[in-house]
């Protein structure tokens, strides 16, 4: 069974960064497709960021070049880092582990962007 806890939400200005990061616990780490998720009040979840098993990495539109996503598999952790953030990025941030075991999903981290 795989548990994946995301951490490092909070309120942060316009213009201002942010890091989130997710530790999987369990043995698929390693060999599973990671990525990042944002869910806003009335609209659908959306991925952001994708990173995959041997670090090759895709990012939405949205956020492109104001995010960067990176896995440290020693510590079975992929962390999020969030530069120039915008209102427009409030949401919860979902942690997504896809392996052949299965699809899994951390319980997410608020993110708020306000002034």
């Known amino acids: 069974q795989v548990h994946l806890v995301e951490s490092g939400g909070g309120l942060v200005q316009p213009g201002g960064s942010l890091s989130v990061s997710c530790v999987a616990s369990?043995?698929?780490?390693?060999?599973?497709?990671m990525r990042w998720a944002r869910q806003a009040p009335g609209k659908e979840r959306e991925f952001v960021a994708t990173?995959?098993?041997?670090?090759?990495?895709n990012y939405a539109d949205s956020i492109k070049g104001r995010f960067t996503v990176s896995r440290d598999y020693a510590k079975d952790t992929m962390t999020l880092q969030m530069n120039n953030l915008r209102p427009e990025d409030t949401a919860v941030y979902y942690c997504?582990?896809?392996?052949?075991?299965?699809?899994?999903w951390g319980q997410g981290t608020q993110v708020t962007v306000s002034s």
């Open positions: 369990g043995s698929y780490f390693g060999a599973a497709v």
């Open positions: 990173i995959s098993s041997n670090g090759v990495t």
């Open positions: 997504n582990l896809n392996a052949q075991q299965g699809d899994f």
